[in-house]
């Protein structure tokens, strides 16, 4: 099976500080993604990359950046975290858009 | 536009009933069609999905989904619920053509009492 890592489960950063989100897959997807989930709004995509190098942005990809440097790595870098930053981040990969997505556990972070 | 509606935010069925959660979808062309379960603090896992043929496709879980083009509905049928079906369920669609994008449903929350 398919895994999808993210390195931490749970974060807590200081408003301003610039944040990482690491995710890495294991059985050479193409296709990687962001989202963020939060009560009410479902889930929203933040970026996404269907290549090494190449990025796309997603519906809400404001104050966010992201880095393919592997073909399985895939990071969401925060620029200077913001309490409206503080969700459920989660990332995906998949073969292509027939396959379904696979989703790491998700990191929840909070910005104080 | 395209959309994805679940029309019911909670349902709470009883051990051993049965479950139907409805999902309407609205997309300009055949799209891919999936559900996916959150339990708590998780992330989402694949349930089931359906690209075209038999309308009604089987999933993990004993879940099963029938497509209804004539509705715009997949709607995700369990016959019967286990205490640990209790979570989240997302219905999802995506283009079968071209296109990354996958739009997600708010979610149905299950609860399950004895």
């Known amino acids: 099976d398919v895994k999808v890592t993210q390195s931490s489960r749970y974060l807590v950063k200081r408003t301003g500080e610039k944040v990482f989100l690491e995710c890495v897959q294991d059985?050479?997807?193409?296709?990687m993604f962001w989202y963020r989930q939060d009560p009410g709004l479902g889930l929203r995509l933040i970026y996404f990359?269907?290549?090494?190098?190449?990025?796309e942005k997603g519906d809400i990809p404001e104050g966010y950046s992201v880095s393919r440097e592997k073909k399985e790595r895939f990071s969401l870098i925060l620029e200077s975290a913001s309490t409206n930053q503080t969700s459920m981040y989660l990332c995906?990969?998949?073969?292509?858009?027939?396959?379904?997505?696979?989703f790491g556990s998700g990191t929840r972070l909070t910005v104080v | 536009a395209q959309s994805v509606t679940q029309p019911d935010i909670h349902i709470t069925v009883s051990e051993g009933a049965s479950l139907e959660l409805r999902c309407n979808y609205s997309?300009?062309?055949?799209?891919?069609l999936f559900w996916y379960v959150q339990s708590p603090g998780q992330g989402l896992q694949l349930l089931l999905k359906?690209?075209?043929?038999?309308?009604l496709v089987q999933g993990i879980k004993g879940f099963e989904a029938e497509f209804k083009r004539s509705q715009s509905s997949f709607n995700l049928r369990k016959p019967s619920v286990h205490w640990s079906d209790a979570a989240e369920y997302f219905c999802?669609?995506?283009?079968?053509?071209?296109?990354?994008?996958?739009?997600f449903g708010a979610g149905t929350r299950l609860f399950v009492k004895a």
């Open positions: 995906a990969s998949r073969r292509d858009a027939g396959y379904g997505y696979t």
């Open positions: 059985m050479d997807h193409e296709n």
């Open positions: 990359s269907y290549d090494v190098k190449m990025k």
């Open positions: 997309y300009g062309a055949t799209p891919y």
């Open positions: 359906y690209f075209s043929g038999d309308t």
């Open positions: 999802a669609v995506g283009a079968q053509t071209g296109g990354f994008k996958t739009i």
